[in-house]
């Protein structure tokens, strides 16, 4: 399921289908990341492998009420990127990015590095 977030809010929109059994946090993002705790399920779990340094900001009140939790993932071995990577091109599944020319690299960094890169920043090399 995709949510856009810069049209509805995803904690919300999860709710509304009442509540998600898991959310993967891959983007490096701790706002995001705490803003996605709303929009668990009954014993909805949060699994962080977007690596950040900011805190993720919960209550004790939004785990207890329903069972929530968070846990941190180590994204795993090359041979796990491997699986994934071949998994998801057996299913179908592409990924959404946002694609530079060379020369607007450090556009891509800089939104990168900023959280402000909607999607995957990638080079075209032409």
């Known amino acids: 399921m995709y949510i856009d977030s810069e049209l ?33 399920g009954p014993n909805g779990k949060l699994i962080v492998v977007g690596v950040e340094f900011a805190a993720i900001e919960v209550t004790p009140v939004q785990l207890i009420m329903g069972g929530k939790s968070i846990q941190g993932w180590n994204t795993g071995a090359p041979a ?27 556009e891509a960094y800089a939104r990168m590095m900023s959280g402000t890169a909607r999607f995957r920043a990638v080079i075209a090399m032409k």
Do not use: C, Q, W
Not at 16 to 28: D, E, S
Not at 91 to 104: A, D, Q, W
């Open 80 to 106: 796990d990127a491997e699986d994934t990577l071949r998994f998801a091109e057996l299913s179908g599944v592409r990924p959404m990015i946002e694609t530079y020319p060379l020369e607007g690299a450090a």
């Open 8 to 40: 509805e809010n995803e904690a919300e929109a999860l709710r509304k289908m009442g509540g998600a059994k898991t959310i993967i946090a891959t983007a490096p993002n701790s706002k995001s990341m705490s803003d996605l705790v709303g929009g668990l």
